[in-house]
């Protein structure tokens, strides 16, 4: 599975931006997905998760109330929905595809991951 994250960019505080991960070669419709950030020097962190059919989703704490993640099983992408943005959330965005049909906040359960999409929220 190849994974394309796009939707980036720079925007001021209270914006919003929308990223989408596209997947070629399979498809990853029976597989959960998530999303994952890593600012610079800090850690990678655990965003947002799915599940195959989109029944169960899963917010950090963070992002919750502004975040939203969907999936459109029939096109292969996952997005995320970015709302209020804050500049803690600058970050490099990356998701993944789980091993299963759920997604978890582990990033040693996911298989697949796509490059990195900027996210740069100016104050």
């Known amino acids: 599975v190849q994974l394309q994250a796009y939707g980036g960019g720079l925007v001021q505080a209270g914006a919003s931006l929308r990223l989408s991960c596209e997947a070629s070669?399979?498809?990853?419709?029976?597989?959960?997905v998530g999303w994952f950030r890593q600012a610079p020097g800090k850690e990678r962190e655990f965003v947002a998760a799915?599940?195959?059919?989109?029944?169960?989703?899963d917010l950090t704490n963070s992002v919750k109330g502004r975040f939203t993640i969907s999936r459109d099983r029939t096109k292969n992408t996952v997005g995320l929905q970015m709302n209020s943005l804050k500049p803690e959330d600058t970050a490099s965005y990356y998701c993944?595809?789980?091993?299963?049909?759920?997604?978890?906040?582990?990033?040693?359960?996911?298989?697949?991951w796509g490059q990195g999409t900027h996210v740069t929220v100016s104050s």
């Open positions: 993944a595809v789980s091993l299963r049909a759920t997604a978890g906040r582990s990033a040693s359960g996911y298989r697949y």
């Open positions: 070669g399979r498809t990853f419709s029976n597989n959960g």
């Open positions: 799915i599940s195959w059919n989109g029944g169960s989703t």
